[in-house]
């Protein structure tokens, strides 16, 4: 029972350069979420899916895109990347905010 | 726009003591608020949450608190243990412990317990 996990744990890009971060959860939850978090800063919700199949916008959703492409799985697409979106990005699964699990973090450099 | 601000980046503690984590907000609608627990190199962790109609909420060593009218919460760890080295996450929501769709959560307290 791996909980959430996300691939990969470290990435560099250059600006301008795509990627997918990959998120699966293997708890049957609905609910699915994509966080950042910058230094000095808290965690700040990116995108949403409520259920297999729906996607909505949270906090700070600019330059980003997501999939739900199952009920385990909900990935997140930087189309172009920009030295902002140097963070570390967290998903996690979970129907209740005292059940939100995390997954241990994607580390992405953009330079 | 940081809703939920915890002002101490750190804190040091020696075991066995109490330790006491703070944290202020600002949206008077938040109605439930959550402590994470975080280690290096992992997610954070739901530590204990309480709902706006309580102002107390114990489990085991950790107790939160929450003064509506001074829109804060703390959170008391009695005794501390080097186990609980860690960041402290304040977090809080609109629509209570359903919905997750806008919890704000606060920059973190790096907390280190001293053998």
């Known amino acids: 029972n791996a909980g959430v996990t996300q691939t990969p744990k470290f990435q560099v890009l250059k600006t301008g350069q795509s990627m997918t971060l990959q998120c699966a959860q293997d708890m049957n939850h609905n609910s699915m979420y994509w966080y950042r978090q910058d230094p000095g800063m808290g965690l700040r919700l990116i995108y949403y899916?409520?259920?297999?199949?729906?996607?909505d916008k949270g906090e700070v959703p600019n330059g980003y895109n997501v999939s739900r492409l199952n009920k385990r799985e909900f990935s997140l697409r930087l189309e172009s990347a920009a030295p902002s979106q140097t963070s570390v990005y967290f998903c996690a699964a979970g129907d209740s905010l005292y059940e939100q699990y995390f997954g241990p973090g994607t580390r992405l450099t953009v330079t | 726009d940081q809703q939920v601000k915890q002002n101490s980046p750190s804190l040091s503690v020696q075991e066995g003591r109490i330790s006491i984590l703070n944290c202020d907000y600002t949206?008077?609608?938040?109605?439930?608020f959550l402590w994470y627990k975080k280690y290096p190199a992992e997610g954070p962790t739901f530590l204990i949450s309480i709902s706006s109609i309580k102002d107390k909420n114990e489990d085991g060593r950790f107790t939160v608190f929450l003064n509506k009218s001074a829109k804060h919460l703390s959170l008391h760890i009695v005794p501390s243990q080097p186990g609980d080295s860690a960041v402290y996450f304040c977090a809080a929501s609109v629509g209570g412990s359903y919905n997750n769709n806008d919890m704000r959560f606060g920059a973190g307290t790096r907390l280190t317990v001293k053998p």
């Open positions: 949206n008077s609608m938040f109605d439930y």
């Open positions: 899916s409520a259920s297999e199949g729906t996607t």
